[in-house]
Structures are given as structure tokens and as C-alpha cells.
């Protein structure tokens, strides 16, 4: 079966790689001049444990399924990575009480070796910590998402499929013989494939209303949660990561490090009309007064613009967050379809995870 995934993101290119190894002839159609380079490539880059997820819910089935998987393929393909953990922290009595019930939720989402610890203890991980009751969670780390997605990209290519790079798909439109798909780019054409995957992020519902015979009123509002990330500019003062109990409309600022120990935090929430990659940096401001709650040793002018990005949100403020949308012929009832809607944190950590449910869908 030939198969088209459009999106060279890590979902998308963890997809054609499942698809590939399954025995299909594949082809990704990337409109940018490069892989990863959208939600992808703009993120915490957080292996997920899988704490906050609604029972039954896509987010907490993929979440820690795919970042058991995600391990896996870090250590058998030489992905940098490392299992460093975080603490989940409270500073008042109402966020108390809110962990409590993420601790539960993380069982029941199977997450291994969570456990609630005093304040007392976690200063004795963290001495630059305040806090009155903290969440240990060893399963959660970190990774090099760039160098996943070339590991994806060399499954990939290993097993005959191709990326096409600088080709923007314009519409698709269901014939006798298959999709016929059409393709902008410096050579505009059009070719024929038997199963189409639309992996294609922040484009994702633009490609949905472009799929003739797909009805509209299936894609689903798109929203723009943009995420500003400040870095550090001393000496780390963190060996694992920091979360606050978690806000509507995101995980709250956070300290993240990258693989060669740098701290960051973020990101914040900021609903934009349009996608812009620039760092206010006025907004430090708000961010010192939530880092400080949890990390009142935080210098002033310590915070430097560094990096934010766009994540493509089903819900706009004030709404209830909604689960990951894998809309395949089961739902749709449109043969060896299928559309990814609203494919954000944990994205990464659940790619491979995700690529599974969403190849099972090509015979259908």
C-alpha cells in the first residue's frame, strides 16, 4: 500500500516509520525546508510520565504507553536522553490538595514510582526549593528532540520511504483509484496513493477542510497557545525538573534543563491570532513572580529571552482542555483516512504510541 503522511514533525515522522516497517511504501510531505521544524522543535522537550491525564482518555493511554516505548528506542538507537525526574510542587494548602488528586490520577494511569514527599525531603533533593509538599516522579526526563526525529527519519529511509521537503499539500480528493493529492512547491503536481495521514500540526485543520468528502464539521477550532521560554543566566541551581501544580490552559512555568544541564523556565500561556516566533521580553516579568513561589533565590535580571512556540489547542481561554483527535474511518467512515487534530504535550513522549493507533487505521 502506498501511503502519504503529511508532516515531518516527530508524530508524523513516527507514523511513516511504523507505517514503513509495517511494509507500506511511504512518502512524507513536508512543506518546510526541513524536518521538526514546528511544534516539534519548540517544546520542553519532557519524556512525560504521564501524571495528569483524564481516565480513558487518548492523552493518558499514549502517554506513558509511549514513553515506555520512547526509552526503549532512545537506548537502541543511541538517542541522547536522560531519565532525571521531577518534582510536581505545592506551596500553599489549596495546591496541596490539588496534588493530592494528581498523585491518584497518576496511578491509575499506571505511572511507575510516583510518591508524595514532605517539603522537608524534597529541600533535601533540592535545597533551593520552597515548598510544603512535593510529587516525586522518577519516570519523568529529558531528550534530544532533534536527534529522535533523524533516528525516526533513518527508520524511515532504511525501510524505502522518502521525506519530500518544500512540498505543501493543497487539497485531497477521494477517486476510484485511491487519494489523489495535490502539491504546491516550485513543481506544482499531483499524485495518487492509496492512504493519506494528516499529521500536519498547526496545518492540520486547514489540510482537514482541503480533504474533499471529509465533513467540515468534523475539524475541529484551532487556537494558538503560544509558550515564551526564558533561560537562566547563571549556574544551574536544579538537578531535576521543577513543576507548580498545574494551571488552566497549561503545566504552568516550569524549570526544565537540557542534556548539558542549562535551566529554563516556561512556558507561559498567551493567546495569539497568528503564529509569531519572537520572545517579549516584558514578559519576564510575570515569570518571576511564579518562579519565585517555588524558588525565592531566583535573582533579579536573572532571566534572558530565550525561545517559545505555538501549540495547536482545540479549546481557546478559559475552556476546558480536550483530548489528542485521531479521527480515523471508525469514526469517520472515510476508507484509509486519517486526520490528526490537536496533537500537543505530550506529543512527543506519546509519538510512537500514537503511530501504532494511527497505521491500524490504514487497512480500514
Partial sequence: MQVLVVGAGVVGLAIARAAALAGHEVVVA??????????????????????????????????????????????????PHRKCGKLVVATNDSEAERL??????????GVEGVEMIEGAAARRLEPALACTLAMNSPETGIIDSHRYMLALEGDLEDRGGVIALNT????????????????????????????????????????????????PERVPPLFLGKGSYFG????????????????????????????????????????????????????????????????????????VPDYCGIRPKLTGPKEPAVDFMIDGPAQHGIPRLVHLFGIESPGLTSALSIAEEATSYLSA
Fill in 168 to 215: 505543501p499539500i493543497e487539497r485531497i480528493v477521494q477517486t476510484r483509484g485511491g487519494w489523489q493529492v495535490y502539491f504546491g512547491g516550485a513543481d506544482p503536481q499531483s499524485i495518487t496513493v492509496d492512504a493519506v495521514v494528516n499529521s500536519a500540526g498547526l496545518g492540520a485543520q486547514k489540510l482537514g477542510r482541503a480533504t474533499e468528502g471529509y465533513p
Fill in 30 to 79: 513536508e512543506a518546510a525546508d526541513a524536518i521538526g521544524t514546528g511544534v516539534s522543535s519548540r517544546n520542553s522537550e519532557v519524556i512525560h510520565a504521564g501524571l495528569y491525564y483524564p481516565t480513558g482518555s487518548k492523552r493518558a493511554h499514549h502517554c506513558p504507553r509511549g514513553r515506555r516505548m520512547l526509552y526503549e528506542f532512545c537506548a537502541s538507537h543511541g538517542v
Fill in 232 to 303: 537562566f543566566a547563571g549556574k544551574p541551581v536544579f538537578s531535576r525538573l521543577i513543576y507548580p501544580v498545574p494551571i488552566p490552559g497549561g503545566l504552568g512555568v516550569h524549570v526544565t534543563l537540557d542534556l548539558a544541564g542549562r535551566m529554563r523556565f516556561g512556558p507561559d500561556v498567551e493567546w495569539v491570532g497568528e503564529e509569531n516566533y519572537d520572545v517579549d521580553a516584558a514578559r519576564a516579568a510575570a515569570f518571576y513572580a511564579r518562579i519565585r513561589d517555588y524558588w525565592p533565590g531566583l535573582p533579579d535580571n536573572g532571566l
Fill in 100 to 109: 493530592e488528586v494528581i498523585i491518584k490520577q497518576a496511578r491509575i494511569n
